[in-house]
């Protein structure tokens, strides 16, 4: 056996040293080229979206018109009134395409075994074919025990249900807070007040309602509490006004990641070099999601103003997104112009980043399609 010498070890360690720096080097997110104009988009995962089963013909058409392979309903209810049935038919008549949320049942908060019993009701719709879990903003805003206080968003009562959705594989969805504006004075100096003025019940500003940074730092100690739990932070962890702020969690914690839904506008604000090197920086970290909502009578596309949004609208919507993420255009229409008149730049991502955000960081989470620990639907009982 040959003997190893010294300038042969210190050879090999230079060869395992990425050229010039550190190990932890990036790429500079400058440095990469934009998707080339011959790159085809794979088929998206809409991995944030509220169905109604009585709208599958909609679901189906907007998801084909869009090349949307599969979406998560993250609507996909409880036990308390069959909604897990309906969830369930609506998967099955789909072929698997949507995928099915759980959502706690709040009117039992006051139960003395509330997160061990949700624990147990996560796990039977686990087996039963669902394959996530949805806190919606209620969280920290409007559930409240019989007392009428607060149920926090930290609660320890919890604590079983986010250590089930750990031990059963499945992510957790978080909603907390909502934009920053709809904590401000809703009048005419808020720059949503377009918005606030179509749903009044989003202005969270007084009425004994938490601030903005508490419902963040408790949601925060969540994810700190729980490393073998995965969390989604929706809406580009409930903080696309501070990226930074995202970028932060994302390093602290291995177990966090985010969706984009219904940020586009928000994070589109800030520079697009800056919003470029966040993607590629966390590009396995981050999943593509609309917020679109269809409902038999009913399109809600990340948000909605008086007017009642068509399947044409839903393919602008989409296509909006396409040419922010896919792009290098300046100055233009974000997706969802209730959110505010002004305009964004794109950021134009690289291939393997689009290709991530669009469908594989997704597919590994949900475990869907191809991806590795994909597996088919489970049976379902109809
Ligand atoms: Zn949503």
């Excluded at 010294?6 to 060869?15: E, G």
Aim: proline content about 9%; glycine content about 8%.
């Amino acid at each position: 056996m040959r003997r190893l010498t010294l300038p042969m070890i210190l050879l090999a360690v230079a060869a395992c040293k990425p050229a010039g720096g550190s190990p932890e080097a990036e790429p500079a997110a400058a440095d990469l080229p934009a998707a080339p104009a011959g790159w085809h988009r794979p088929k998206l995962i809409d991995a944030h979206a509220h169905l109604s089963p009585f709208a599958i013909p909609v679901i189906r058409r907007i998801m084909d018109e869009n090349g949307v392979e599969y979406v998560v309903n993250l609507s996909g209810g409880n036990h308390a009134d069959g909604d897990i049935e309906y969830s369930l038919k609506l998967a099955k008549v789909m072929e698997g395409r949507v995928v099915n949320c759980y959502n706690p049942d709040w009117y039992r908060i006051d139960e003395p075994d509330f997160g061990v019993v949700e624990a147990r009701r996560l796990a039977d719709s686990v087996a039963k074919g669902f394959r996530c879990l949805k806190i919606a903003k209620a969280l920290g805003l409007f559930v409240r025990h019989g007392s009428g206080v607060l149920l926090e968003v930290d609660d320890p009562a919890l604590d079983p249900l986010w250590a089930a959705a750990g031990r059963l594989g499945v992510p957790v969805y978080v909603h907390v807070a909502d934009p920053k504006a709809f904590f401000r004075p809703c009048d005419e100096t808020n720059e949503r007040w377009a918005e606030l003025q179509v749903h009044p019940s989003w202005c969270f500003h007084g009425q004994g309602f938490p601030s903005f940074d508490e419902l963040l730092d408790a949601f925060e100690r969540v994810v700190a509490k729980h490393p073998a739990t995965t969390f989604i932070g929706v809406h580009l962890g409930n903080a696309a006004e501070e990226p930074d702020r995202v970028a932060r969690m994302l390093a602290a914690y291995p177990n966090y990641y985010v969706d984009i839904a219904a940020r586009v506008p928000e994070f589109g604000r800030h520079p697009p070099e800056k919003m470029r090197a966040f993607f590629v920086r966390w590009q396995d970290r981050v999943l593509f999601g609309t917020d679109v909502v269809f409902s038999p009578r009913h399109i809600m596309l990340g948000s909605t103003g008086t007017d009642r949004p068509t399947p044409d609208d839903a393919r602008r919507f989409y296509q909006a997104h396409f040419r922010y993420f896919e792009t290098q255009d300046r100055q233009i229409e974000h997706p969802t112009p209730i959110q505010g008149s002004w305009r964004i730049d794109a950021v134009g991502l690289p291939a393997e980043v689009l290709e991530k955000l669009y469908r594989k960081n997704a597919e590994r989470l949900l475990k869907l399609g191809s991806g590795p620990g994909a597996t088919p639907p489970a049976p379902s009982p109809f």
